[in-house]
């Protein structure tokens, strides 16, 4: 009798004991189909038109309040990790979005204009080109809501607003704040939602560029950027560009080589063949010193360098003067440069017989060039 008394308290013990260990999160969804059903409760738990106080709150501790605090809630309790602890990374200035993405605007109201304020969205359905938005605040005061619908093109404007003092200054106005804070482990893919490029996730079958970065990709022309993304609406810089026709050459350029430029550190990615276009003479630089490796290339300067690579081929195109009709703003250091281009084939204008000589180009645009270029003349000089 005695053992069995203490068998009881034993047992009994051990009951206090499992109770008072919390219990384990779900895990976090592992596919897409997970994602959707986890949202599908959200919904239930958060319906329309509810009122949600906030703040959003996690061991005690309170994070943010209102639309903000709620999209952080509602990420939270979808991935069963707090935003503010970890295991999320802020995109600045996205302009791709996936089922599951916070997005935190700045000095933007919830109509899309550029105010003092501020304004937070949960991305829970992506249905083609429009992207399903929850948030709270914008039906009524502490009202949720699920039914905000935006253009990927749209949320993405309101995303890369830039940041004003005020609203009478253009102090500060090349600052952008909006960001897209998204889990790592996101098992969304935005090839659930547009079929896209088997490698770049973010090149949709169907873009006027696929064939394009395909073609650069599959050739070794360009490579992607981090984490699978080809980021096709990113300008692409005087780096990125002379590593691209260094790539197209086949060269094999050396570190060992000199370099002339203060800003071209030897450490960095694209020394050799910033080293190769100068020996080459390819390019030149921003100045005597300077090469300016990162800052945006325009679209002058790409037909200046792609001109002075075909040079380099031994079959440069013809020299003709541009024909736009805005040809008195090209530089005049890129004017036979730029009309041997368009007379190439290799550049068209940007709409309106206008060359635009000064707007940059995007990583895309420029796969398109070179893809024409290379298709058109590399080939038949190869």
């Given at each position: 009798m005695k053992h069995h008394w203490i068998l009881r308290i034993a047992t009994l013990t051990l009951c206090v004991l499992l109770a008072l260990i919390p219990l384990a999160a779900n895990a976090a969804?592992?596919?897409?189909?997970?994602?959707?059903?986890?949202?599908?409760?959200?919904?239930?738990?958060?319906?329309?038109?509810?009122?949600?106080?906030?703040?959003?709150?996690?061991g005690g501790v309170s994070y943010a309040a209102q639309c903000f605090g709620f999209a952080c809630l509602l990420g939270r309790e979808l991935f069963g990790q707090n935003p503010y602890k970890g295991g999320w990374t802020k995109h600045y200035a996205a302009k791709e979005?996936?089922?599951?993405d916070i997005i935190r605007l700045r000095r933007v109201s919830s109509s899309g204009v550029i105010k003092n304020y501020n304004h937070a969205y949960f991305v829970y359905e992506i249905k083609g080109d429009t992207v399903c938005l929850a948030d709270c605040n914008r039906a009524g005061v502490d009202k949720v809501?699920?039914?905000?619908?935006?253009?990927?093109?749209?949320?993405a404007r309101r995303v890369a607003m830039k940041q004003y003092v005020n609203e009478k200054s253009d102090?500060?106005?090349?600052?952008?704040?909006?960001?897209?804070?998204?889990?790592?482990?996101?098992?969304?893919?935005?090839?659930?939602?547009?079929?896209?490029?088997?490698?770049?996730?973010?090149?949709?079958?169907?873009?006027?560029?696929?064939?394009?970065?395909?073609?650069?990709?599959?050739?070794?022309?360009?490579?992607?950027?981090?984490?699978?993304?080809?980021?096709?609406?990113?300008?692409?810089?005087?780096?990125?560009?002379?590593?691209?026709?260094?790539?197209?050459?086949?060269a094999a350029p050396s570190k060992k080589d000199q370099c002339p430029f203060t800003d071209v550190p030897k450490n960095a990615w694209y020394y050799a063949a910033v080293c190769w276009a100068k020996k080459s003479g390819v390019v030149e630089g921003t100045s005597a010193m300077e090469f300016s490796p990162d800052r945006a290339i325009t679209r002058q300067e790409m037909c200046v360098i792609l001109y002075g690579y075909a040079r380099l081929t031994g079959a440069?195109?013809?020299?003709?003067?541009?024909?736009?009709?805005?040809?008195?703003?090209?530089?005049?250091?890129?004017?036979?440069?730029?009309?041997?281009?368009?007379?190439?084939?290799?550049?068209?204008?940007?709409?309106?017989g206008k060359f635009a000589p000064l707007m940059t180009a995007s990583r895309a645009q420029a796969a398109q060039i070179l893809t024409v270029y290379d298709k058109t003349w590399g080939m038949a000089i190869a």
């Open positions: 969804p592992s596919t897409t189909a997970e994602v959707d059903e986890a949202i599908a409760k959200l919904k239930n738990t958060y319906k329309e038109g509810d009122t949600w106080t906030g703040p959003f709150t996690d979005f996936l089922v599951g809501s699920w039914k905000m619908t935006l253009s990927v093109t749209e949320l102090e500060n106005k090349d600052t952008p704040t909006g960001y897209v804070w998204r889990y790592d482990d996101n098992p969304y893919v935005l090839a659930e939602h547009h079929p896209a490029h088997p490698v770049f996730y973010d090149v949709p079958q169907g873009a006027w560029y696929y064939d394009a970065v395909d073609y650069t990709w599959q050739n070794g022309i360009f490579n992607g950027q981090t984490g699978g993304s080809f980021a096709p609406e990113n300008d692409i810089t005087r780096a990125m560009f002379v590593q691209v026709l260094c790539n197209l050459s086949g440069p195109p013809k020299d003709a003067a541009p024909d736009f009709s805005d040809a008195d703003e090209i530089a005049k250091w890129a004017k036979t440069a730029v009309g041997a281009c368009q007379n190439a084939g290799w550049i068209g204008g940007v709409g309106g």
